[in-house]
Structure formats: C-alpha cells, structure tokens
C-alpha cells in the first residue's frame, strides 16, 4: 500500500481517466436518452411532474408485466445456468476433446438477431414447426414450446447462456491450478471438489455472466415481441414509445423504472461479490487442472454437450435450411433447394460485411478499452462515486436501442466534426454499438481483473514500473482472458443490434448486415436472401471469434514464456 | 505484446476518425432522390432501377425503415438534411408528418388519376400527399394448413368467428399496424359500433396470436404457422405468386384506399425528388405495381388494361367493397378504437381465448342435447365475453373523444387515460374469466 504514497501522479492520473470515462457515458449515454426519457416527468404545460408515475402504479396491467418480466429473467437464469455451467466446466477442467469448438459454437447463438432468431425457432419449435409436425405425424400429439411466459423462458435460456458461458470459462482459466490441486490432494474430487473449491472461486464470472443475464432479459424486447407476448415490462414500454402520433409519457415511465431495476439489480449482484476475496497470486495453467473422464462420465458428458448443442442450433440449422429452401411451408422440410438466395445476397452484401466489421470492431475495441479503465478505477482506485460509472454504463442496457437513436439525432443533429455532420455519418451507428454493448464488456473486464490480486500490480510498482507500465505489463495481459471475452460478447451482439441501425442509418452505403437481414426478411416473396445473409454474418462472426481467440491465447502464451 | 496492440489500435482508431472525416456527406450527392420507405426490396428496388434509367443524371437513394423509425428520422433531422420523399401504407404516418408541418404542398398530382376510389379521396384534399396505390384488405390462407386440419375455406370476416377455425387465425392490432387499424374500422363501418366489435372479439378470441407486426400475419401465414390471416392484398396475392401455397380474397365487407407518397419539408434536394414522386405516379411507374411480385392495386384506372387477366380492378368493380370508409370518423374515433382494442384483446388475449374455447364447447353440447337453463346461461356467456368496454353512444361523445386527442400530456391527461385503460382492461379480464365459467356450467348442465 505504501508504495500509493510514493506516485502522487497517481491519483491525478485516475482522476483523468476517470473524467474521460465519465465524459464519454455523459455525451453518448447519459444527455441523449435524457433528451428522449425527460417526456416521463413532463408536464404538458412544460413543467416537471411525478403524475405519470402516479398513473403507471395505478395500472394493474403494468403489476402484472413487472411481475411476468421478473419471473422470465430469473426463470431465464436458472434455465441459461443449468446449460452453461457444465459446459463451461466441462470444457476447461476434463480432457475434452473438442473444447475449443465447444465454446466458438457456444457462442453462436449470440449472433442471431432476435427477431431472426424467432423466426427460425418458430420453423423448428413452432406451433406447426417441424418438430412439432412430425410429432403429431407420428405420435399425435404437440409440444407448446414457443407459447407465452414459457416459450420466453425457453428461447431466452438458449440465447443468452452464452453470457454465463463465456464469463465463467474465462474465470476458471483464471484459477490457480495450486488451489485445486491442493484440494485434490485432501483428498476432494468430484462434485464436491467443483462445489466447494473451483466454483466458489470462479463466482465473480459467474456472476458478472448470471447478472447479464438477468438484466438482458428483463429489458429484452425482441423475443417478447417475436412470441407475441405482450405482458411484460419492455413490450409495454415498447408499444407506448412507438404507437405512431401519440405521445405517451406512460412509455418513458417504463423506461426509467426499467433502468432503476437494472441498476438495483446490477448492486444486489456486486454485494453478493462484497467483503470476499477472489484474487489468486498465479495464473492457472490449462495443463495443469485438465483431468481424464471414466467412461460413463464422458458418455454423460458428450450426451449432455450433444444435446444442448442441438438445442442451440437448431434456429442456426433452421435459418440454413431457409437460406436454401426455395418453398417452405407447413412441412417439416422445404419442399425444393435452391443457391439464388446467396447470389441474390452477394450482389448487395459485400460493403454490408466491410461496415459490420469496421463498426462492431471499433464499437468494441471502445467497449473493452472504456471497461478496463472503468473496471480498475473501481476496483483499484481510491477515488469517491467510481461505483456509480459502473451503474450509468449498466442503464444503457435498459434503455431501448430506438430511444438511444432518437436521442443521437436530437443531440448532434447541428454538430458537425471536420466539415461533416455528425448525424448523417457512420460514427454515430458505431457510438449506439460501442454504448449499447458497453456493458457486456464492463462485466467481464471488472470480473477478471477482480481475480488478478493486488500484490502483482504493486510488486511492479515497487520495482520502479510506472502506474502505466504496470498496467500495460502486468494488468492487462493478467486480465486477456476476460478482456477478450469482452470483447467477444460486444462485438457479436453489435454484429446484429437492429433497432438503432435502423434509425440512425442514413445511406445504403452505410448500413451494415444487420440492416440488410431486416430489409430482406422483410419481403413478401419469401426469406430466402435474408436467411443467406444471416448465414454468412453467423460465417463472418463466428470466423472473427475464432481469430480473435487464437490471438488472445498466443499473446498469453508468449507472456508466459516471458522471464 | 501487449504495447504493440494497444499501439494498433490507437492508430487504428486515429485512422477510422480520419477516414469519418474524408468520406463525403452521403445526403450531399447531387441529383440524389432520397427516399425514406417502409415497402419491401422487391418493389423499392423496381423503381431505383425503372427511375434510374429513366433520368440517366439522377440516382434514387432508398432508405427502408419501419414506419415508426421512419417517422422518427425525418422529425429529427435538421431542416436541409432530410430525406426527400416519404412513402409508405400508413395513413396515418402521412396525417402525422403534415400536422408536425413535414411534408410540403405542390402541384404534382397526376390528373388521370380520379378523385376518388369510393367515398375515398385518392389523393389528400388538402395536398400534402397523394395516393401512389390502391390496397384492399381481405382474408389469407395456407392451403396445405387448411388441408391438414380439414377446414374449409372462408370467404367473409364473420366465417373466422365460427368454431371451427379456433386457434387457426391470426391478426395484428391497429396500434401496431396502420393497415390493422383500416381493417378494424372498416369492420367497424360495415357492421356498425356494437356489431362490429362483437366480431373482431369473436375473431380475436379465435386467433392464435395477435402479432406485434403487420408483417407477421402474411409471415406466418406463408410459413404454415397460422391457417388464415387478417391481410393487405398484396401481402396475399404477391405470396401466392411467389409459389407460396396460399390463397387471398377480398371479403364483403372491405374497403379500398390508398397507400402514399410526399414530398419532405426541408429536404436536400426536393427537385429530385418531384421527378421521382411524378415517375411514381405516371403510367411507367403505375405498370411496375402489376409485377407479380408486387401485386398492388395501381390508382391509375388506364394501367388495368395491361394487367393479368384475373388482376382484382376496384375501378371495374371486381372487387366489391361495400363499405364507403369515412376517413373523418375513422380519424376521429383512432386513439379510442385503437386504446380499446389494445386494453380488450391484445393484452387480455390469453383469457379472450379461454373464454372463447369454453364457449365454443358449451355451445357443440348444447347443439346435440338442448337445455334451456344452459342455453340462458350460454347466452350470458356470450354476452359477457363479446361486448365493447364502451357503447356506442359514448363513442359519439364529443368530449369523451376529446380526451384521447389532447396532445399535451399532461399529468390529469395521463390519470384519466390510465383510468380507463385500468377499468377497460381489469373489467375484460374479469367478464372472460366469468364468462369461461359461465360456458362451462353450460356445458356440464347439457352434458
């Protein structure tokens, strides 16, 4: 501690950053979604008024929402935890043959813009899906996978467990294999040894991911949408905000109650982080910890790992098999195949790819540099209201993507930077990613760098590095894993983020893919180039996590060949 | 390592904010027609193409947004950063952007197009848009679907109230969807206040879903997921010719009006955008609807000529609309209609459906063994479920519409809204939940 003393630089050096943080969330968050929500206190006249609160309270309707929107998102958490914990341990504490793979495909579902997502889960899952028609073809009866509260629980569980999935692998990587091995030598093993030592220790990535989760889902409107439900929370905000001509401040109440929640929710989840200490001194080696499975447990294991796969894939293969059915309708197949989609796809999609990589690239190379920063002046700096940066970057997830867009436009529709305006160019698209997305990255960069103990980063500072050197030589590579996670998660969600495209893009030169699949599926003559489109943005994202993978783990690898 | 990544990216973030800075305002291009759309690819882009080749200086910029994000953007931007041309189904959009005073009044109607189509004018009488095509709704259905669960085909509105097609049909609502809401009110004109309602709750009682979009309904149709839906007419017709298994027909009970384009205050180049809005309208541009995989209705009665030979004409009177729509009314009663659909069904879908399936079984029992006390309370039942949270007299209460159509929100508006939403949505849950009771002691008495 005493080596603080020695750098007043120190302290000015996170003032800085912090006010550069705290800028950037003013300027892209915080002022453009006050110029949208201010309508939730507004009186007609001009003045201030709580009475639109007065009024939500007084709706049984809205009760009922919050209630249904909170049992989905728990409901949501406990579903998406059953399915990525044992994959996540699975793939980084067994011989496993696969692993790798096993976490690209993991993160596949991510990569489906929801409403995309729906639409294949209904050719699969749907009412007359293929599942179900051959289930009443040859059993006689059908499964209600995709109706109300359950099929919400249903689809979300599946789309979002990645988060979970992602958090918690970079977590246990990050383990000292010591501690596990010390317990193994007592004797553990097993469950107990996972229940009691490993993913106590991994807890602050399972929670960073568990708490995505639920804040994701209880502000998630896509699915609700898709599924036709419309008793929950975000649909109802949603539905108020964008029923043409009619401005309704009951809409904006939504919202701001919306963030709230997300905040509290976001603080109920750090204390249960509070008071304990997950900082190991040495970094697990993969090697190390990986153990042999006896054959009835890897039967369990691949037959549980077979099953989930399918489970999130099956929008992936319904959306292939739409990219090249030339008619498909009430049939568990299409009737006939065809390759015109994607040459009708290819004509437009090229400079789409360019800017969905230019933009999402950017949007989180911001996220995972503004995470750091944010991550360590909370975790490691002494400053005063670090805590409530973490809060305001988590609101955005609240707030819907068309209230940001609206916003932009509002705030720097007269702003121009180097003789071009502000809100005709692209730079605005990639701010809503980079904001929008900022959360996903935040979590997973304050959860690892909570495992990277204090002594590391002030033995350097003892030895004479500097603050910033420090940071670049210790911290940062100690965190790489759940940086890229980070990063990961940002990038691929941006890739298929379509309300604030849709608003803010404006020339076709612009838009990106997510663009493009929401104008093809769109069109009467069938979904054909959309679904292709959406295949080869899953081709593009997918390829990109990868490399970005390899990346990370070769830069790990030479660190630790390091002297 | 890690220095040379960080190195990178400062550079590589350096060089995007330089790039931002060089590429050229996209809007700026001369002789650009930017065009702000909610109609699918298939048809912007036979315009780009026809238009382009057409004025051989001018390129079309087409910009495809929902009609809410549409809306939204031309409200936003600053005056001379605009889009040019609006065009989209919804007449209630075209309503909103001339009152927020966004679309400019020019001469550029095309006067071979008559006046009206019906009770209906064409194009607006005050002249901020004009009629660009002509859409009629009607019933949509999956032939294979039907087959599957031998239904036989429907042919009007009130065929989707019987018992046999529960939880076969599907329908947007009219707040989400402009085209909805034309359907709803055209119901609602043809059949009158009480009698209407009574059918769309029958209808909606019968429906699997109540879908967030307009799309959804032809989506879901085509796909199998639903049987029959409540459509425009060229969701169904371009459907069919695109080889979908499905079939479309217009009901008694429809009307036809125009779907329409303006031309944008403040825009960037509003010259373009004249040239593209006339080519929009003159013959060339009129022919491109009857495209198979456009299938609209063009306003232009001469264009017919070139038409297929079972193309629906409103002009011929192929298509018999017998409702004369007044567009005055419509307008008058749109929030309470819309407010009232949405709190009674959209929300309250799952117990509309309950109370509809137990209906629908009472009454089958009661066919094969009649019993009066029953059939009392079935009627009851029917009543409880089926009728409007408001009469028809209060419907034509001036001051009672008024509420519904204050602009300024504020807080005392905001109570007595939240107050009937509250009593129309708690008492709808309350009648289907006691009218499902009802229906199934009916049903246990005939049994």
């Not at chain 1, 976001?266 to 008071?275: C, E, I, K, Q």
């Not at chain 1, 002494?382 to 707030?399: G, V």
């Not at chain 1, 979590?443 to 590391?456: F, K, M, Y």
């Not at chain 2, 939240?418 to 289907?432: G, M, T």
């Amino acid at each position: 501690m005493t080596s603080r003393r020695h750098h007043p630089n120190a302290q000015l050096g996170s003032v800085v950053l912090a006010l550069g943080a705290g800028f950037f969330l003013l300027l892209l968050l915080v002022v453009p979604a006050l110029s949208v929500i201010h309508a939730a206190f507004a009186d007609g006249a001009g003045g201030f008024t709580l009475g639109h609160f007065g009024a939500f309270f007084g709706l049984s309707l809205m009760r009922e929402s919050f209630f249904n929107s909170l049992a989905v998102a728990l409901l949501s958490v406990l579903f998406a935890s059953l399915i990525a914990v044992p994959l996540a341990y699975l793939t980084a504490r067994f011989a496993f043959r696969g692993a790798l793979l096993i976490q690209t495909l993991g993160v596949l579902p991510l990569i489906m813009p929801p409403f995309v997502g729906a639409v294949a889960m209904q050719l699969i899952f749907g009412k007359n899906g293929s599942v179900n028609l051959l289930l009443s073809e040859h059993l006689g009866f059908t499964i209600p996978f995709m109706e109300g509260l359950g099929g919400v629980v249903f689809v979300e569980s599946l789309h979002y467990f990645p988060f979970i999935l992602l958090n918690l692998t970079a977590a246990l990587a990050n383990i000292d294999s010591a501690m596990e091995e010390s317990a193994q030598n007592l004797g553990a093993s097993g469950l107990s040894l996972f229940r009691r030592v490993v993913f106590p220790l991994a807890l602050p990535g399972y929670v960073a991911g568990a708490s995505l989760v639920f804040v994701k889902v209880f502000d998630d409107l896509g699915t609700p949408l898709v599924l036709n439900v419309t008793n929950m929370l975000a649909p109802q905000a949603y539905l108020r905000i964008t029923s043409v001509g009619l401005e309704d401040p009951l809409g904006y109440v939504i919202s701001v109650l919306m963030i709230l929640f997300s905040v509290l929710a976001m603080w109920l989840a750090s204390l249960a982080l509070r008071g304990r200490d997950y900082a190991t001194t040495q970094r697990g080696g993969a090697a190390a910890a990986r153990r042999p499975l006896r054959w009835w447990q890897a039967m369990l294991a691949y037959g549980w790992v077979a099953l989930v796969l399918l489970l999130t894939l099956s929008p992936h293969i319904g959306l292939a098999l739409l990219s090249i059915a030339k008619v498909w309708s009430f049939s568990a197949l299409p009737d006939a195949y065809t390759l015109e989609h994607y040459a009708t796809m290819f004509g437009d999609g090229q400079g789409m790819i360019w800017n969905t990589l230019l933009y999402c690239g950017l949007a989180a190379s911001i996220d995972v540099v503004l995470g750091t920063v944010i991550a360590w002046l909370i975790l490691r700096s002494k400053l005063p209201m670090m805590k409530s940066l973490d809060f305001i970057a988590t609101a955005s997830l609240a707030i819907p993507g068309l209230v940001l867009a609206i916003g932009y436009l509002r705030t720097f529709r007269d702003v121009e930077v180097g003789g071009v305006a502000l809100a005709g160019s692209w730079l605005l698209i990639m701010f809503a990613y980079s904001v929008r997305r900022l959360p996903y990255a935040l979590r997973a960069c304050v959860a690892a760098l909570q495992q990277v103990h204090i002594s590391l980063e002030e033995a350097a500072l003892n030895l004479g590095a500097t603050r910033a050197r420090a940071m670049q030589r210790i911290v940062v590579p100690l965190m790489a894993g759940g940086i890229l996670a980070g990063f990961v998660t940002s990038f691929i969600t941006a890739a298929v983020e379509l309300s604030a495209t849709l608003l803010l893009t404006t020339s076709q030169g612009q838009a990106p893919m997510s663009y493009g699949i929401y104008l093809y599926m769109q069109s009467i003559a069938g979904r054909g180039p959309g679904a292709a489109l959406g295949i080869l943005a899953l081709v593009v994202v997918a390829l990109g996590t990868f490399f970005a993978n390899r990346v990370v783990r070769s830069l790990q690898h030479v660190h630790r060949e390091l002297p | 390592m890690p220095s040379f990544n960080v190195r990178f990216l400062r550079r590589f973030s350096a060089a995007a904010v330089a790039l931002a800075a060089l590429s050229p305002l996209p809007l700026a291009a001369q002789g650009t027609a930017t065009v702000v759309t909610s109609f699918p690819k298939e048809l912007t882009d036979a315009y780009k193409k026809a238009f382009e080749a057409k004025h051989p200086g001018t390129r079309v910029e087409i910009l495809s947004k929902n009609t809410t994000a549409g809306i939204a953007f031309v409200r936003e931007l600053s005056p001379g950063n605009r889009p040019d041309v609006f065009w989209a189904s919804a007449p209630d959009a075209f309503e909103v952007l001339a009152k927020d005073g966004l679309l400019t009044k020019y001469d550029g109607a095309n006067k071979a197009v008559p006046a009206k189509i019906g009770a209906y004018p064409i194009n607006d009488p005050e002249g901020f848009f004009y009629g660009q095509a002509l859409a009629g709704y009607g019933l949509m259905w999956n032939t294979r679907y039907l087959k599957a669960n031998k239904l036989p085909d429907p042919k009007q509105w009130a065929d989707l109230a019987k018992p046999v097609y529960f939880g076969h049909v599907a329908t947007s609502s009219p707040s989400r969807s402009g085209t909805t809401h034309l359907t709803v009110e055209t119901i609602l004109q043809g059949e009158g206040w009480g009698k209407g309602w009574s059918q769309l709750l029958q209808i909606a009682g019968n429906s699997a879903a109540i879908t967030e979009r307009s799309f959804g309904v032809p989506d879901g149709v085509s796909s199998g997921q639903y049987g029959i839906g409540l459509v425009i007419d060229f969701f169904g017709l371009a459907a069919k010719n695109s080889g979908f298994p499905v079939e479309f027909v217009y009901p008694e009970v429809t009307a036809i009006v125009p779907a329409n384009i303006g031309l944008v205050t403040g825009a960037k180049n509003s010259d373009a955008g004249k040239r593209f809005i006339a080519y929009t309208l003159s013959d060339e541009g009129q022919e491109l609807l009857l495209s198979p995989k456009i299938s609209r209705l063009p306003v232009l009665p001469a264009v017919y000529a070139k038409a297929a030979k079972n193309y629906p004409n409103p002009f011929s009177g192929s298509i018999r609309a017998k409702v004369n729509f007044d567009s005055n009314l419509s307008e008058e009663r749109y929030y309470l209609v819309v407010s009232l659909f949405d709190q009674m069904i959209t929300f309250r879908h799952k117990e509309l459906q309950a109370a509809t399936k137990a209906i629908h079984e009472a009454a089958a029992r009661l066919a094969a063994k009649p019993h009066p006390q029953a059939a009392k309370l079935l009627a009851e039942a029917r009543d409880l479920a089926f009728t409007p949270a408001v009469d028809e007299t209060r419907a034509k209460d001036k001051g009672f519409l008024a509420v519904f159509r204050a602009t300024k929100k504020t807080a005392d508006v905001t109570k007595q809204l939240s107050a009937l939403e509250e009593r129309w949505s708690a008492d709808a849950k309350r009648n289907y939940l006691r009218a499902a009771e009802l229906a199934n002691q009916a049903g246990q008495l005939a049994r």
